[in-house]
């Protein structure tokens, strides 16, 4: 299945912008390919300031992307001799995130099994005499336990000691579904600083420091994270 353009994948984003409404229906309609030729080329969501690649990424003459080009320029960045969109930077770091969060989850918890079905009746002809009909009982829920994402974070985090007390600066904490978000996705960062990683992680404080400190709020700048 192709992929949908930009602008019906996200039609309020795109038609919401002023300067797409003003671009004439020729620009408009190139300023759409080449979004969705900017997600493809590279993941820096950029592409090269470059009048005659463009125009073959396109499919058409390098005079008609001149006469066009400065009215879609306006809505992208120029830096480095490169076109930048914002809007897709944006996009694809949401969806590294959620697939960070639920990478996360799966390492944690796994799938869940799947209920076993019933086993069929067998023919009614085949049997000598009429079974009784099975009275089914609704086994209760388990309570749901206050302290339950504690155990997806304590599987998350890389020095496992003193769970009891980190179980009770989680209670403090009392995270809500945001707050566990960024907690684990803390926690996923701070793995990659250089400060966790040397002398086998011996820097890396313990589990109730972290959360009574808040040091899931620290930000983390790029240079500090390890690439792999």
Not at 84 to 96: M, T
Request: net charge positive.
């Amino acid at each position: 299945m192709s992929k949908a353009p930009c602008y019906q994948r996200y039609p309020s984003d795109f038609f919401g912008d002023s300067k797409v409404r003003i671009m004439s229906s020729d620009a408009r309609a190139y300023y759409s390919l080449l979004l969705d030729c900017i997600w493809d080329f590279d993941t820096q969501y950029s592409i090269p300031n470059d009048d005659d690649l463009i125009s073959k990424l396109l499919c058409i003459d390098i005079i008609r992307w001149q006469k066009i080009s400065q009215e879609i320029i306006s809505c992208l960045q120029v830096k480095s001799g490169r076109l930048i969109s914002c809007r897709l930077k944006r996009e694809k770091e949401k969806q590294d995130k959620y697939r960070k969060l639920q990478s996360i989850k799966g390492k944690a918890g796994g799938r869940p099994r799947k209920s076993p079905g019933l086993t069929p009746a067998l023919p009614e002809e085949s049997l000598p005499l009429p079974l009784p009909i099975p009275i089914l009982i609704k086994k209760k829920k388990p309570p749901i336990s206050p302290n339950g994402d504690f155990e997806l974070f304590w599987k998350s985090y890389p020095r496992k000691e003193s769970k009891g007390a980190a179980e009770k600066a989680w209670l403090k904490v009392k995270p809500d579904k945001d707050l566990l978000e960024r907690i684990l996705l803390s926690v996923e960062d701070h793995k990659r600083t250089e400060q966790w990683s040397k002398d086998n992680g011996a820097f890396i404080p313990y589990a109730q420091k972290f959360l009574n400190n808040k040091y899931y709020e620290d930000e983390i700048k790029e240079g500090e994270k390890k690439l792999w």
